[in-house]
Structures are given as structure tokens and as C-alpha cells.
T-cell receptor
Framework: TQLLEQSPQFLSIQEGENLTVYCNSS?????LQWYRQEPGEGPVLLVT?????EVKKLKRLTFQFGDARKDSSLHITAAQTGDTGLYLC?????????????FGQGTELSVKP | GAGVSQSPSNKVTEKGKDVELRCDPI?????LYWYRQSLGQGLEFLIY????????KSGLPSDRFSAERTGGSVSTLTIQRTQQEDSAVYLC??????????????FGEGSWLTVV
């Protein structure tokens, strides 16, 4: 069974601080995705990483896929109140799994002014 | 439609009653997924459809849960004899490239089910 452990589960910081969220597994994934979800809405895709060691940047957000494709991290620089939300990592299986995603339990981020 | 559409957005039902949740995927998307999310938690996979068939139903928690998809489009998730532990948000998603590396799935806003 593929599992993704996400940490921390809750994070409360002041505006302007930096933070990192981790997503770890003992399984190899073909891809790793990060989503952000706001209350009352479905998750919205932020980024997909597919190559071991890959780093992608999205403004103040930096995503990294581990060399062995078992883990990933999301780093936010100079957090803003608008970054508040639930961040979810999701691992993509291989073709025979039909593109099913396995989700971590999420990191609830609160950025205070 | 432009996005994945789900109905109802909110449903309150009495314990023991049956409920049906509907999902209308993005037009042309062959793959459809149902997930369940408890308050503030990650998503739990329920079932995956490719066309009208369900090659993976491994996440359905009990035989009270069933789902079907017709015409390669609309899907209905049915929960029979609802229990309080069924209370959650039920999210539907669809994809045009299931199994492709970096497959992107698009989520609806969910159906919030409360069993009282």
C-alpha cells in the first residue's frame, strides 16, 4: 500500500516568515503533485514534478522532488496572509493504476498579519 | 461545462436513509475519480472509472457504497443506509490523460454530506 506522510499537520506563522512542508513515502511515485485547497472548494493544482531531483518555482513557492522520487518538499518564502489554506501533496502511481493519486493528510497553514 | 460539477453541494440526511451524489465531469475526460475528505484532512480514494467501467473500486469503505457511470460522462455515488461516520465532503475529479506521467486531475467543489 502506498502512503504519503505529510508534515507538519498544522503550521501557524507570521507574515514574512519562511516555511517548508514535507511529504515523505517509502514508495516510489511516477509523479508528485501539490494542491492548495480553500474552505468550501475543491483542491486546485499548484505544480507537478515528475523527474527525480526536479525543482520548480512558482513565484514565492519552490517545489522539489527527491532524487529517488519518494519524497517532496514545498518551501514558501516571505509568506503572505493569502497563502493561508490547506496544502496537499499527492503521489501519482504508474500507468496500470489509472492515474489514481494517493494524498497525504494535508498541512493546514495559517499566516497571520 | 467548463469544470467538474457536483450536486448537491450540501445534503443533510437522517441516519439509515439512502443518498445519491452526482458528478458531471469536464467534457471529453475519460477518467473519473471519487474521493472522500473528512474535515481538514487529506483525500481518501474511493473509486476510479475509465469510461463506464470501474477498474479500481478498492477504496469503497463498505458494500453500502456503490457508484456507476453512464455514457462515459455523468457518475452517481450512492450510499445506502447512511451512518454518521459517512459524514464528509465527497469530491469528484476528472482527467483526460489517466496513467500519463504527471496526469492532472481537476476537482469539483464537492458535496458536503451530513448524517444526523
Amino acid at each position: 500500500t502506498q502512503l504519503l506522510e505529510q508534515s507538519p499537520q498544522f503550521l501557524s506563522i507570521q507574515e514574512g516568515e519562511n516555511l517548508t512542508v514535507y511529504c515523505n513515502s517509502s514508495s516510489v511515485f511516477s509523479s508528485l503533485q501539490w494542491y492548495r485547497q480553500e474552505p468550501g472548494e475543491g483542491p486546485v493544482l499548484l505544480v507537478t514534478v515528475v523527474t527525480g531531483g526536479e525543482v520548480k518555482k512558482l513565484k514565492r513557492l519552490t517545489f522539489q522532488f527527491g532524487d529517488a522520487r519518494k519524497d517532496s518538499s514545498l518551501h514558501i518564502t516571505a509568506a503572505q496572509t493569502g497563502d493561508t489554506g490547506l496544502y496537499l501533496c499527492a503521489g501519482g502511481g504508474f500507468y496500470n493504476q489509472g492515474g489514481k493519486l494517493i494524498f497525504g493528510q494535508g498541512t493546514e497553514l495559517s499566516v497571520k498579519p | 461545462g467548463a469544470g467538474v460539477s457536483q450536486s448537491p453541494s450540501n445534503k443533510v440526511t437522517e441516519k439509515g436513509k439512502d443518498v445519491e451524489l452526482r458528478c458531471d465531469p469536464i467534457s471529453g475526460h475519460t477518467a473519473l475519480y471519487w474521493y472522500r475528505q473528512s474535515l481538514g484532512q487529506g483525500l481518501e480514494f474511493l473509486i476510479y472509472f475509465q469510461g463506464n467501467s470501474a477498474p479500481d473500486k478498492s477504496g469503497l469503505p463498505s458494500d453500502r457504497f456503490s457508484a456507476e457511470r453512464t455514457g462515459g460522462s455523468v457518475s452517481t455515488l450512492t450510499i445506502q443506509r447512511t451512518q454518521q461516520e459517512d459524514s464528509a465532503v465527497y469530491l469528484c475529479a476528472s482527467s483526460s490523460r489517466p496513467g500519463a506521467r504527471g496526469n492532472t486531475i481537476y476537482f469539483g467543489e464537492g458535496s458536503w454530506l451530513t448524517v444526523v
